[in-house]
């Protein structure tokens, strides 16, 4: 992940409630070279998680990380219940 100098320049493409599913996507995201951050990733661990962390992607790479991700669906921190945002 690059510099933030301005996140007017990213857009959410989907939330995570969980660690595994941070990490999983950083692996995928930065080996891609894909500009993004995870907002809210130092602050919900704090809270147990019961507040999303937003997936935010450059807003010129929003259709690449479409592509790349598909329908990814990811586990919910709550009874195992799935999640799926819009992609």
Same mark, same amino acid.
């Given at each position: 992940?690059?510099?933030?100098?301005?996140?007017?320049?990213?857009?959410?493409?989907?939330?995570?409630?969980?660690?595994? *599913?941070? &990490?999983?996507?950083?692996?995928? $995201?930065?080996?891609?070279? @894909?500009?993004?951050?995870?907002? /809210?990733?130092?602050?919900?661990?704090?809270?147990?998680?019961?507040?999303?962390?937003?997936?935010?992607?450059?807003? *010129?790479? &929003?259709?690449?990380?479409?592509? $790349?991700?598909?329908?990814? @669906?990811?586990?919910?921190?709550? /009874?195992?219940?799935?999640?799926?945002?819009?992609?």
């Amino acid at each position: 992940m690059s510099n933030i100098e301005n996140t007017s320049d990213f857009e959410m493409v989907l939330e995570i409630y969980n660690a595994g *599913d941070r &990490v999983f996507l950083r692996s995928i $995201l930065d080996a891609e070279g @894909i500009d993004y951050y995870i907002q /809210g990733e130092t602050v919900a661990p704090y809270i147990f998680n019961s507040v999303p962390m937003r997936l935010m992607v450059k807003k *010129d790479q &929003v259709v690449q990380v479409e592509a $790349l991700l598909g329908n990814f @669906i990811q586990s919910s921190a709550y /009874g195992g219940l799935k999640r799926m945002i819009d992609i």
